[in-house]
């Protein structure tokens, strides 16, 4: 960068930095997020480091301003402590509220929303009204035994509130003005012999708490706590409870395990509280998404104001039947979600666009950007999705823009700073021809109709056929070893491979002769061609990539249809009716399958030797129901595929990736980053022995 264009972006840079300075401390509003202010005025210092003399003293720059440790008993949870699904936005809420509507037509469901806290999930026992146990989250089913420095916890009662006669009376009065249905016996009962009580909550660190701790480290030349959730957590897990003591932690209460009579979670809170539990004070009833909605942007504007950290609002189904009917998927109940506040966000340039063409022959925008440090990690590009977003955005090469990472997944461009605009932006155009073949681009509206997507007119676009190939190959799909996007493209060239029937009719013969190719490696490929034959259902249907079937979705379908014959012959309603597949996903199966070319593509692979194995009958009451497993390294006995089904079979979960959900990682012979990160966050750990024993 010259220095007059640097001086231009630095004008431009303070103007629109101040700007927001005055939208938010003076009138009271913000625009876009702390992150992407802070991203502005990264980039002013860095340009002020390299041309010092374009710094100036009104610039904002010179402002002054669950693996359980060993050394705890172990505790197993009277039921599992669950984690909670995430989603980032309204519509997200949307389609969850679409989907548990449709398990249960007839409900009418109303909502209790409470503050996302950010800290270690405890479960309190309380036997004869005193407290006997406290332990962690842990795994979701075992957990470590904590009872003592919970005890120095003030907001955690050590011994349960024993309510008076009024405030009994006054509860039952609030139960008759709610209309809410409560068995009050239940309650008395409780009262008369306090047996036993559990009650779940969060332990915190107050951000006094956390500034305090991370001066006190700094006094004493230690490391600084990165956040007020790890210092928390790590002072629940001291052996010496009086450092537990010493960190000022804090509690709220948030689900009452024990049956009292409550027929409603918002009756839940309202019974902690009534027994001497810290509740938060802003939780509340919602009768609609309408109202959620509102209280997730009250709360996300008040948080900076809130004496703990937040990451964003729980939402659960009011109602304990319905919740209870609901059940649950994975590791998360379906009856509540967690609304997260905006991903982490920074500011950065859009610096060319690119077309990408994609196996169903979508052309697909895609933005080079100066690199950008969000959540950790450097990103130089994000999707564009199709030319409506782009429209929506206002976006132009050259434009400064707002990009997020929402979920840690794809980065996407969320918003443009037009202010801080040239005049030398340059207008995106849509290509007429596609940028692999050059046949002619068609406009084609999508599956929900919302939106318009671009595609090549060429169904034999080479683009397409390679990535369809690729995928088809894949490591989900009919995993055949060695045979990869170059191998494939190869193959494709030289016409030796045209549909993915082909590929079984290959021969060490037809491979010799090309380059990269010597009489093993030919040998090698035909024996994991051969070997890749024999194929479960999930993973054939997955294969074929058709649209809006992801390897989810394959499972669904296989194991409630149980044969490639029944799919073929089911109709739209029958797909349509299995949990979790909407309609735009059920017509993109049903049209698959009653395309003539896709027929006959099955039938090549069948003539050319393909076995499909159907599930087997998964009970509902599978002994890794609950669990999940993560595997990294090569194991011994079976491909890592091979063990993924055989704990699916018995009710168990596959995850990609480790995360503090994760059950177990299992580790065979030269394990990658997956066991360095299940090492670091606690996961446990199991050698390919401890699994077998495990799935015995």
């Not at 704990?647 to 995850?655: I, K, N, Q, W, Y």
Request: aromatic share 8%; charged share 30%.
């Amino acid at each position: 960068m010259t220095h007059s264009e640097a001086a231009e972006r630095v004008v431009k840079l303070k103007k629109e930095i101040e700007r927001h300075r005055y939208l938010y401390h003076v009138l009271d509003k913000q625009e876009i997020s702390d992150a992407a202010l802070d991203s502005l005025k990264h980039e002013l210092l860095k340009l002020e480091i390299e041309f010092p003399d374009l710094t100036t003293s009104d610039s904002p720059t010179q402002r002054v301003g669950g693996e359980p440790l060993a050394e705890f008993l172990k505790v197993k949870h009277s039921s599992p402590m669950l984690s909670i699904e995430d989603v980032f936005g309204f519509e997200e809420i949307e389609d969850w509220l679409t989907r548990v509507q449709k398990l249960i037509p007839s409900a009418k469901f109303d909502f209790y929303a409470e503050i996302k806290m950010d800290g270690l999930a405890v479960s309190l026992i309380y036997k004869k009204g005193v407290l006997d146990a406290g332990s962690t989250r842990g795994d979701g089913n075992i957990g470590e035994n904590v009872t003592q420095n919970l005890k120095t916890i003030e907001a955690v009662p050590l011994k349960i509130h024993e309510p008076s006669e009024k405030e009994i009376t006054d509860f039952l009065h609030w139960r008759k003005q709610s209309s809410q249905e409560f068995h009050e016996n239940k309650l008395r009962d409780f009262l008369k012999n306090p047996a036993e009580l559990e009650a779940r909550g969060e332990c915190f660190m107050p951000k006094k708490a956390f500034e305090m701790i991370n001066k006190e480290q700094g006094e004493k030349g230690e490391p600084l706590f990165a956040n007020p959730r790890n210092a928390g957590a790590g002072a629940i897990r001291q052996l010496d409870s009086t450092v537990t003591a010493s960190r000022h932690l804090d509690f709220y209460a948030y689900a009452l395990m024990t049956d009292l009579g409550q027929t409603t979670h918002e009756q839940a809170h309202k019974l902690l509280k009534l027994f001497g539990f810290k509740t938060n004070p802003y939780n509340k009833h919602c009768v609609d998404l309408g109202e959620i909605e509102k209280f997730h942007k009250f709360i996300m504007k008040e948080r900076a104001k809130l004496p703990y950290w937040t990451d964003g609002v729980v939402v659960v189904i009011n109602d304990n039947r319905n919740f209870d009917k609901l059940g649950v998927a994975g590791k998360a109940p379906r009856g509540m979600i967690a609304y997260k506040f905006p991903a982490e966000q920074a500011t950065t340039v859009v610096e060319k666009v690119e077309w990408q063409v994609g196996r169903t022959g979508a052309l697909t925008p895609v933005a080079t950007m100066k690199p950008a440090l969000i959540g950790g990690t450097t990103v130089t590009h994000a999707t564009l999705h199709n030319l409506d977003e782009i429209e929506r955005l206002g976006l132009k090469i050259g434009d400064t823009v707002i990009v997020a990472k929402a979920g840690d997944i794809i980065p996407k461009v969320l918003e443009v700073l037009p202010r801080l605009r040239t005049g030398k932006e340059k207008i995106i155009h849509p290509p007429n021809k596609c940028p692999i073949c050059n046949a002619d681009v068609k406009k084609e509206k999508s599956a929900t109709g919302e939106s318009v997507a671009l595609f090549c007119s060429n169904k034999n676009c080479f683009a397409q056929e390679k990535e369809k190939m690729i995928h088809f190959v894949s490591r989900k799909a009919f995993d055949i070893d060695g045979l990869g996007e170059k191998i494939v493209e190869q193959l494709l060239n030289v016409g030796l491979i045209a549909t993915p029937a082909d590929i079984f009719t290959l021969k060490q013969g037809d491979l010799k002769p090309l380059e990269r190719f010597a009489e093993k490696s030919a040998e090698n490929l035909i024996a994991a061609i051969e070997k890749s034959k024999n194929i479960i259902l999930s993973k054939f249907l997955y294969a074929f990539g058709i649209i809006h079937v992801g390897e989810q979705t394959a499972i669904d379908l296989a194991n409630h249809f149980g044969s490639l014959e029944k799919i073929k012959d089911a109709e739209l309603e029958k797909i349509n009716g299995i949990p979790n597949i909407g309609e735009v996903v059920a017509k993109s199966v049903w049209d698959w399958f009653h395309s003539a070319k896709n027929l006959k593509l099955i039938d090549e692979l069948i003539k050319n030797r393909v076995k499909i194995k159907n599930p087997a009958k998964i009970s509902g009451a599978g002994k890794l129901k609950g669990l999940s497993f993560v595997f990294t390294g090569e194991l011994d006995s079976m491909s890592r595929e091979t063990a993924k089904e055989k704990v699916r079979a018995l009710g168990g979960e596959t995850p990609a990736s480790v995360s503090k959900n994760t059950s177990f990682v299992v580790a065979g012979a030269s394990p990658g980053s997956k066991y360095d990160k299940a090492k670091k966050i606690g996961v446990k750990v199991v050698d390919e022995n401890e699994f077998l024993e495990i799935i015995k």
